[in-house]
């Protein structure tokens, strides 16, 4: 799969065009999902198989399926999922309110 962001797909919008024959183009609109660009000469079968990496890297990113629902979703092993959301700049870990303390107690427990 492939991605661009709006700025470079209003640049030169061949590019993405000539991409999206090989495989399925995700347009980013800053750091989130916009679109999706198929190439309409693709099997409605190969279609739905390209499309569902971008739809569940798109709901994970929204905090919508859990990682392991969204790597299922997308028909791809976890670890090949996990590359395909560093591919796109999705982060697996998010800190929360809790990542503060879990460091300190990890520093603790290695000092120890």
């Known amino acids: 799969m492939h991605a661009t962001n709006v700025r470079n797909l209003k640049k030169n919008p ?3 065009l000539r991409q999206a ?7 980013l609109k800053g750091d989130e999902p916009n679109a999706l660009i198929v190439h309409l000469d693709k ?7 390209s499309v569902r990496p971008a739809l569940a890297a798109s709901l994970f990113k ?3 399926l859990s990682l392991g629902a969204a790597a299922r979703l997308s028909g791809m ?19 929360d309110e809790t990542t503060g303390h879990e460091e300190k107690d990890l520093t603790a427990w290695i000092q120890s």
């Open 14 to 16: 061949s590019l993405a």
């Open 21 to 27: 024959e090989d495989s399925p183009v995700l347009v």
């Open 62 to 64: 929204d905090g919508t």
């Open 77 to 95: 092993a976890l670890s090949g999922f996990v590359e395909f959301l560093g591919e796109l700049g999705i982060e697996v870990v998010r800190p």
């Open 43 to 49: 099997s409605l079968f190969e279609a739905e198989q």
